[in-house]
């Protein structure tokens, strides 16, 4: 897959077949979209493009709201759209300026200048330009203006629920993996570098990998205890999750921490995805520090329980 950062990176397709979106997690509704769009590509000989915008538009028009936090960092979603066969891939980077084009300066100087769009097909509602005001309806009225063609996809269900990126933040807020693992399609992840901690997990006889994000973008699911696979070096590890504050030391600082099962290899400073399975319980403050280790025990015979139900050959 090849991306383009700029506009005037991209080089005009004799036979583009198109589609533009944030596409934040690219989840089973997006995915819908992009496998549309590859039919219709092998159908008419075409090339596939996907327009993205980066920073995500709602970052850039409200910054002081910093309470939106993303399924994807940029790489993250370009690493699933190539995963989905996608040939190109266009960053537009999202600005003030660039929030005020028309929606018919859209069409114009983007799709069909820039790019030479001969098919697009776009999710059932989604809007561009100026104050969104550009729709299907008016795509598909100047579509034949401009020499492309324009198709709607109707929307995707799971479960008779329509999916969206704001429907996978409120599981992963709450904690339902289920849900979000069913509407993303895969297990959502977090990835960041593995950072020196106070070494309390050590003293508990469950030492833990400190995870710094790669973005502080992204969303954390709620506080709690997960089972999680994580990714290392090619391999593919057990292991279980904190998130939290650490209240039975009164901890003032929000952690994420891994304690990975049968791992003794020093990794500071490695990189660490990992993939959220199941949540085993929220945050507690516990009597005393033997309190707390006596439940860590219980807590990792849970997860073993848990990981036994998954496939780990596909993630």
């Known amino acids: 897959m090849k991306i383009y950062h700029t506009l005037e990176d991209f080089n005009r397709l004799p036979n583009a077949v198109v589609t533009s979106g944030t596409f934040d997690g690219v989840h089973v509704g997006h995915q819908k979209v992009l496998h549309r769009l590859k039919e219709i590509s092998a159908k008419h000989n075409g090339e596939t493009v996907v327009i993205t915008f980066w920073p995500h538009p709602q970052m850039v028009l409200h910054p002081e709201n910093n309470s939106l936090k993303l399924l994807n960092t940029f790489e993250e979603k370009a690493a699933l759209l190539k995963a989905e066969g996608i040939q190109h891939l266009l960053r537009i980077p999202f600005t003030r300026e660039f929030s005020l084009l028309s929606s018919i300066d859209f069409i114009q100087k983007i799709l069909v200048t820039t790019i030479g769009t001969k098919k697009l097909a776009i999710g059932y509602d989604h809007r561009f330009g100026h104050n969104r005001e550009g729709s299907f309806d008016q795509l598909k009225l100047n579509a034949p203006n401009y020499g492309f063609e324009v198709e709607e996809i109707s929307r995707q269900d799971v479960d008779h629920i329509g999916v969206s990126s704001s429907k996978i933040r409120q599981a992963l807020d709450i904690g339902d993996l289920t849900t979000a693992t069913h509407l993303l399609g895969r297990p959502y992840s977090l990835t960041g570098q593995v950072v020196k901690g106070d070494k309390l997990g050590r003293?508990?006889?469950f030492p833990t990998a400190n995870i710094e994000l790669d973005s502080r973008y992204k969303k954390i699911p709620a506080d709690g205890i997960y089972a999680v696979t994580v990714l290392y070096?090619?391999?593919?590890?057990?292991?279980?999750l904190y998130i939290g504050s650490r209240p039975t030391?009164?901890?003032t600082?929000?952690?994420?921490?891994v304690n990975l099962f049968d791992f003794e290899k020093d990794i500071y400073g490695?990189?660490?995805t990992l993939f959220f399975h199941d949540l085993?319980?929220?945050d507690k403050k516990f009597n005393d520090l033997e309190a707390l280790k006596v439940q860590l025990h219980l807590d990792k015979q849970e997860t073993l329980k848990t990981l036994e139900r998954f496939n780990f050959t596909k993630l």
């Open 253 to 257: 600082k929000h952690v994420i921490e």
């Open 233 to 240: 070096e090619n391999q593919l590890l057990k292991g279980m």
């Open 280 to 282: 085993l319980r929220g």
């Open 249 to 251: 030391v009164n901890g």
């Open 270 to 272: 490695e990189s660490l």
């Open 203 to 205: 003293v508990l006889g």
